[in-house]
């Protein structure tokens, strides 16, 4: 079974910190997306990562895919409220089996 | 442009009963994946659907079904349903492909008593 493991689980700080967020597994990604959800919502699409060594900004975040495409991590600079929600990694593992992470469960507090 | 839509957005059933699920994808997407999310965990993979058949499954019990129409939108079935089936489903819509990015809907949220 093909697992993504996401760390830490939940994560509360201050506005205004830094943070990162990591999706890891023992098989080799095909690619990877992250995505944010929110309350009563469905997840949102924010990047996709294919290339190993890849680096991705979207304004204050920045996403790293791992040189052997096993990790990726997320970090955000100045964290704002608005930046609350859940944090789920997905990948395909290059097999079209379609797998999300167990999520981050991230809170701005103001 | 319609993003992925759902319906209902929110259902009550009993267990036992039947339940059918709808989706219609983003326009000008052909293939439709179904997830589950239970409270507080990330979605878990059902199914997908491409050109009206079902593609991929992932560790589901056949009582968990599904049909794509030609017009692409998609509908999940669960029969007999269990307590344990109480969760938010999660409809995603993209581009037929690998990596290809998922748009979600807001999903439907299904309780059973």
């Known amino acids: 079974t093909q697992l993504l493991e996401q760390s830490p689980q939940f994560l509360s700080i201050q506005e205004g910190e830094n943070l990162t967020v990591y999706c890891n597994s023992s098989?080799?990604?095909?690619?990877l997306q992250w995505y944010r959800q929110e309350p009563g919502e469905g997840p949102v699409l924010l990047v996709t990562v294919v290339t190993g060594g890849e680096v991705k900004k979207l304004k204050r975040l920045t996403f790293q895919f791992g040189d052997a495409r096993k990790d990726s991590s997320l970090h955000i600079t100045a964290a704002q409220p608005g930046d609350t929600g859940l944090y789920l990694c997905?990948?395909?593992?290059?097999?079209?089996?379609?797998?999300f992470g167990t999520g981050t469960r991230l809170t701005i507090i103001p | 442009d319609a993003g992925v839509t759902q319906s209902p957005t929110h259902l009550i059933k009993t267990r036992g009963q039947q339940v059918t699920l709808r989706c219609s994808p983003k326009?000008?997407?052909?293939?439709v994946s179904w997830y589950q999310q239970a409270l507080g965990q990330g979605p878990q993979f059902i199914f997908q659907y491409y050109e009206e058949e079902e593609r991929q499954r992932g560790n589901f019990p056949d009582r968990f079904s599904g049909h794509q129409f030609p017009n692409y939108s998609s509908e999940l079935n669960v029969n007999a349903l269990l307590l344990g089936d109480s969760a938010l489903y999660l409809c995603?819509?993209?581009?037929?492909?690998?990596?290809?990015?998922?748009?979600f809907g807001d999903g439907t949220r299904l309780s059973i008593l």
């Open positions: 098989s080799v990604f095909s690619s």
């Open positions: 326009s000008g997407h052909d293939t």
């Open positions: 995603a819509s993209s581009l037929e492909g690998r990596n290809q990015p998922q748009h």
């Open positions: 997905r990948s395909n593992f290059g097999n079209e089996k379609l797998t």
